[in-house]
């Protein structure tokens, strides 16, 4: 009997091994294991056996049987991954099915990445008026009545009575009115990013009459021309990358003085001076110690404060970092979906 | 302004062995910016700009007295030739040749004339015309060439009148009346607005629009004999308003309304006699007229050196101060070891006038790169108390709340937008809004931008039409502020945000909101229709009877619905919009990110479906909230099917204490039952 056992565990493991498909395994499982297959024919000659051999062959049976499923298994698994390796061939190469996502746009972007620099070296975020009295856009900051930028070619004003002390109504030009307003609010230490809509009456490819500017203002004891290099330099390996520096020339603003131009260096040549940029440098924006006079009318001793402010345009900015390549800043204002859903 | 310096001109004025690249850079960084370098044959000549308040640059001379400034600051050896000066000459002859009359001497601080006789007009010489080539000015003959050279290299511009066209030897400078006509040199006929500053002469011939462009009637020709040197200051603010409003932007007009150095006039006069005497053959007859009334001041300023330390940042000895000042012409009254009195030079009386102008020119000189870049260090006093918000405007954490809704509608698969803040009249009538209501620009660049918009769905209804064509489903929003007039006050600044939409239908807009607001920690919102009795003109976007107004707490923060039909139809936008405007200001100030935690049910709720027959015009909402407060038990209702009148309910029961029995809900479902039988509403038979 145990060589009869023996000899069916090795033919029916030889052949389970042989087996190509899943069929051929399923047939062998009833051969061997069904009803009627050949380990229950087995058990058909049990009656003939002493209770001894009956043990005996009933655990040689059992420890067959388990044997021959576990083959069955193994090759079963075998089996079937070769069949999905040739059958279900699998192409991650076919083009994706995207979840539906919006867009926003490249100023909130800006606008976020922005602040979020200034903010993290202790400025607070404020947005002061968008139409405002002269006061708080010219005569305020030091610019008198007869300064180019309070033309009419130069400023948008509104068509309304103006105010008895604080002059007509104007739509900002930029966001320098945000400085009174924050001397007004607090009193030093200042440090204040105001980012708000501007408005000037020019169209081109470099101007759209609505624009954003960001304000920046440190005011506090002791503040000198050294700190606001050092922001912006901060600014400029922040913003624009590693390897960005700024520098200073001088220039001639109302509300500051001394007042600068502010450089930054080529992305290309880092200064050097390319075919791209000629001089090794581009604008980045305007800036300047705060004029005495402008702390005076915001109420501040300028015997005992200093600072320095800058407005610099959102989307000047923005579009100088590299691999943008967008040359014209008209298409920020003109709602084209095919743009917008490019960002 | 930009003007054009040749190298060898400069020269003339400074000794240096500095390239032309040298010069150009380090006046960059240290004065005015050279824009580029053209190189005209053998020639390098500087473009620079020129800032508003450095009259003094706007010459060849100034440039050059800067550059003698700084070159030695980078070590190379620089200095300043200052002009020579010739003497007035001796002269016989009339001793009143012209009759001067100044209506109001605010218009003129400083009246100069020299008349020459025996002029002959002719070519200037070929250094001369050659000159002038390399900074762009055509030769006309050696007189009008001798005054242009001047201007270039003094920054004084000058005058020459015809002497005999001037009629009866007389001159009223005044203001032109509005409507009153002269003929330019240019041939052009300008007509005046008035208050601007003009020359009649004894016949009442306008002959010169004073500091921007001769008049033609006057101009010196071949004829010539005797030529009236001319050489003012005239008010900047004048000559300005002038300029821009008749859109003449002379060279002239460009350096009066600058300024001028009243006492820079005399040496430009004495120059100008001496050059038309060697080119020209011209020579002076009777006395010099100088009418000046009020002699020009400077100022007179003390500072401190270590005021100059603190405000760089870095300590400089009081040599080195005092030296850049002196190298820039300012001249020391007095001087101790803490600082020193400086009288200011004649060329920077309008510009330098505070101790903080002073500063500037030793930083500059000394040179901003030399300085350190620090981080200006953060207060060590720290204030607990809040940040006070601004009598107008905004600050955080208002931002927080606008950035995350727009980073939800983009999650909402909608893309954002930015428009304009103005409106066109066209614009507000297709959208049925009065331009009364709306603040106007008194000066707008086009008709298409007159109007600052009251809402930000005139600008979003243009975008859609703009996107028509290339999509078949839009989703736009825009997030900006909208102005809203106020009497006798700067308008509201309310900050929105709306969006349209032909994907969403009510309900689904209504989700989406709902979404909105609960990340931002707002629920319970109230939604009331948008009926013909709310007909004020913040409503006019929505059609009736399919739009609502959602607030909390009688407070409004959103208007959601359908945009109105005429509306769409004035645009010419066949199918229906959905929109939804949401009030910001109200929104940031219920926001919060304050989270709660609700117990997680440890037994196993009790799920079933209720189907209703609803009478007609029976408002959903109120039932659902009727089931609810019927019994604790009843945990969550969802409307999971609506087909016609029939509403199907699924209805989740859930004791947090202990399991539930079908014995435990049935007098629950029983209550439900009848009161909605009170409504009219029937259970309908399964």
């Known amino acids: 009997m145990a060589e009869k056992i023996i000899n069916l565990k090795n033919e029916a493991i030889g052949n389970i091994l042989e087996a190509k498909d899943e069929k051929e395994l399923e047939r062998l499982k009833i051969l061997y294991l069904g009803r009627s297959g050949k380990i229950n024919q087995l058990t058909k000659e049990f009656p003939h056996f002493s209770p001894e051999e009956k043990i005996k062959a009933g655990r040689q049976l059992n420890e067959t049987k388990k044997a021959i499923e576990e083959a069955l298994e193994n090759q079963l698994s075998a089996v079937s991954n070769q069949l999905s390796a040739k059958e279900e061939w699998f192409d991650v190469t076919e083009p994706s099915i995207k979840p539906k996502i919006g867009h926003l746009h490249l100023l909130t972007e800006a606008i976020r990445e922005i602040s979020s620099v200034f903010e993290k070296i202790g400025f607070v975020r404020v947005r002061y008026p968008e139409v405002e009295w002269d006061w708080y856009a010219f005569e305020g900051l030091n610019m008198p009545s007869t300064h180019p930028a309070r033309d009419d070619f130069e400023s948008f004003f509104v068509d309304t009575p103006a105010h008895p002390k604080l002059g007509r109504m104007t739509l900002t030009p930029h966001t320098s009115n945000g400085q009174l307003r924050e001397m007004e609010r607090i009193k030093p230490p200042i440090r204040m990013i105001n980012i708000a809509r501007c408005h000037r009456p020019n169209w081109d490819i470099t101007h759209t009459p609505t624009f954003h500017q960001f304000e920046g203002l440190v005011i506090d004891k002791g503040i000198n021309i050294s700190h606001l290099k050092g922001i912006f330099d901060y600014f400029a390996v922040n913003f624009f990358g590693k390897d960005r520096r700024t520098r200073l020339r001088p220039f001639h603003f109302q509300f500051t003085e001394p007042s600068f131009e502010v450089d930054i260096n080529c992305p290309l040549c880092l200064g050097k001076g390319c075919r791209t940029c000629k001089s090794g440098w581009m604008e980045l924006g305007g800036s300047g110690m705060v004029h005495p006079r402008v702390l005076e009318n915001g109420g501040l001793d300028p015997n005992i404060y200093s600072g320095f402010a800058f407005g610099w345009g959102v989307e000047r900015t923005y579009i100088m970092r590299s691999g943008l390549k967008l040359g014209d800043i008209r298409p920020l204002y003109e709602s084209d979906l095919r743009f917008i859903n490019q960002f | ?686």
Not at chain 2, 55 to 63: F, H, K, Q, R
Not at chain 2, 482 to 491: G, I, R, T, V
């Open chain 2, 1 to 686: 302004m930009n003007i054009l310096v040749p190298i060898s001109w400069l020269k003339d004025f400074l000794k240096t062995e500095a390239s032309a690249e040298k010069i150009a850079e380090t006046l960059s960084l240290c004065s005015q910016s050279v824009e580029r370098i053209h190189k005209v044959g053998k020639e390098e000549v500087l473009d620079i700009e020129i800032t508003v308040n450095r009259y003094d640059c706007l010459s060849v001379i100034g440039l050059a007295r800067e550059a003698a400034a700084i070159l030695p600051q980078f070590g190379i050896k620089a200095n300043f030739l200052p002009p020579k000066i010739p003497l007035f000459p001796e002269s016989s002859g009339a001793k009143n040749f012209l009759d001067v009359k100044i209506t109001d001497p605010s218009i003129c601080p400083r009246f100069t004339a020299v008349l020459l006789d025996e002029v002959k007009v002719g070519p200037s010489p070929k250094w001369l015309r050659e000159r002038l080539n390399l900074v762009n000015i055509r030769s006309l003959n050696n007189v009008v060439d001798i005054s242009n050279y001047l201007m270039m290299e003094t920054g004084q511009p000058i005058h020459t009148f015809d002497f005999d066209k001037i009629k009866k030897q007389k001159m009223v400078m005044r203001l032109s009346k509005k409507g009153e006509k002269v003929v330019t040199l240019d041939t052009a006929e300008r007509i005046f607005s008035g208050g601007d500053i003009v020359i009649e002469d004894g016949e009442g011939r306008l002959i010169d629009l004073c500091g921007i462009m001769g008049g033609k009637n006057s101009e010196i020709d071949e004829g010539t004999k005797r030529v009236l040197f001319f050489v003012q200051a005239y008010d900047p603010v004048r000559i300005r308003k002038t300029s821009m409003s008749l859109g003449l932007r002379t060279e002239a007009a460009m350096r009066f309304e600058r300024g001028i150095d009243l006492e820079g006039i005399i040496p430009v006069i004495n120059r100008g006699v001496s050059l038309m005497s060697q080119l020209a053959g011209g020579k002076v007859t009777g006395k010099m007229i100088d009418i000046y009334p009020q002699k020009q001041v400077t100022e007179k300023i003390s500072l401190d050196f270590d005021f100059v330390g603190e405000r760089l940042g870095v300590n400089l000895p009081a040599k080195e101060i005092l030296k850049i000042l002196k190298d820039l012409g300012f001249s020391v009254i007095k001087e101790n070891a803490k600082g020193a009195v400086l009288n200011v030079p004649s060329w920077r009386a309008k510009d330098i006038k505070i101790k903080e102008d002073v500063l500037e020119e030793v930083a500059r000189i000394y040179g901003y790169f030399r300085l350190p870049s620090l981080l200006p260090p953060l207060t060590t006093e720290f204030v607990l108390s809040p940040q006070p918000a601004p009598k107008k405007g905004t600050i955080n954490p208002s931002f927080k709340w606008e950035e995350r809704i727009k980073d939800l509608l983009k999650a909402f698969s909608f893309s954002e937008t930015y428009n304009f803040s103005f409106v066109s009249e066209k614009d507000l009538e297709r959208c049925l809004l009065k331009k009364e209501d709306h603040l106007k620009l008194a000066n707008p660049l086009t008709s298409d931008l007159e109007y600052l918009r009251l809402s930000l769905f005139p600008s979003l209804l243009q975008a859609w039409l703009k996107n028509q064509a290339n999509f078949s489903q839009i989703k736009i929003f825009e997030m900006a502020n909208c102005y809203w007039p106020k009497k006798n006050d700067l308008p509201e600044e309310k900050m929105k945000a709306a969006l349209l939409t032909n994907e969403e239908n009510f309900r689904l807009l209504k989700g989406l909101l709902e979404e909105i607001l609960i990340e931002l920690g707002i629920s319970g919102l109230t939604f009331s229709l948008l009926d013909e009795s709310q007909n004020d003109e913040t409503n006019i976007f929505w059609q009736k009877n399919k739009s609502a107004t959602v607030k909390k707490g009688g407070q409004l923060l959103a208007t959601m619905g359908e945009i109105n039909k005429k509306i769409l139809n004035n645009y010419q936008i066949k199918t229906p919009v959905f929109g939804l405007e949401l009030e910001m200001a109200a929104i940031s100030s219920l926001a919060n990110n304050d989270k709660t935690f609700n117990p997680i049910p440890e037994f196993p709720p009790i799920i079933e479906d209720l189907s209703f027959v609803f009478p007609e015009k029976t408002a959903i909402g109120e039932v659902i909230s009727l089931i609810k407060n019927i019994n604790p038990l009843v945990g969550k209702i969802e409307l999971i099917d609506s087909f016609k009148e029939t509403k199907t309910f699924r209805l989740i029961y859930q004791d947090l204490k202990g399991n539930l029995t079908d014995k435990e809900i049935k007098p629950v479902r029983e209550k439900i039952i009848e009161s909605l039988e009170k409504k009219g509403i029937k259970l309908k038979n399964k």
